[in-house]
């Protein structure tokens, strides 16, 4: 999901180096055409990681990314990503620890209507503990 957003924003003013990183990730590709995900039953439990990584894009930006799963409560499990975010922190941050909180708070609001969606399916949405 980084190289695709990566990808996306040089798109304008492409370059060499961005026929690269296309070429590589065409590559990767066709390397593994049969890649699939499997899902098995599981808690419901939404579960995140969340990372942020500090002035790596042009005009001092950052970046934000996130893989969202469903576990079990208190069981260090993945049953396969229902989400994965990778974007831009739009305002300049001013430390790296300011990314991440930046990073923490817009994965977050993305969380809402993955959880709301689960309370209007009846499922409860329990807190780990």
């Known amino acids: 999901?980084?190289?695709?957003?990566s990808i996306s924003g040089e798109e304008a003013k492409a370059t060499k180096n961005t026929a690269k990183k296309v070429t590589r990730l065409l590559n990767y590709f066709a390397t593994h055409p049969d890649a699939t995900l499997r899902y098995s039953k599981s808690g419901m439990v939404l579960k995140l990681h969340t990372d942020a990584a500090y002035l790596v894009e042009p005009r001092a930006r950052s970046r934000h990314g996130a893989h969202y799963w469903l576990g079990t409560l208190g069981i260090d499990d993945n049953n396969g990503a229902i989400k994965n975010n990778a974007s831009i922190i739009k305002p300049v941050i001013f430390s790296v620890a300011e990314a991440e909180r930046a990073g923490r708070f817009y994965n977050c609001i993305d969380a809402i209507p993955i959880r709301i969606a689960f309370e209007e399916m009846g499922t409860p949405n329990r807190q780990h503990q």
């Open 1 to 5: 999901m980084v190289a695709i957003n």
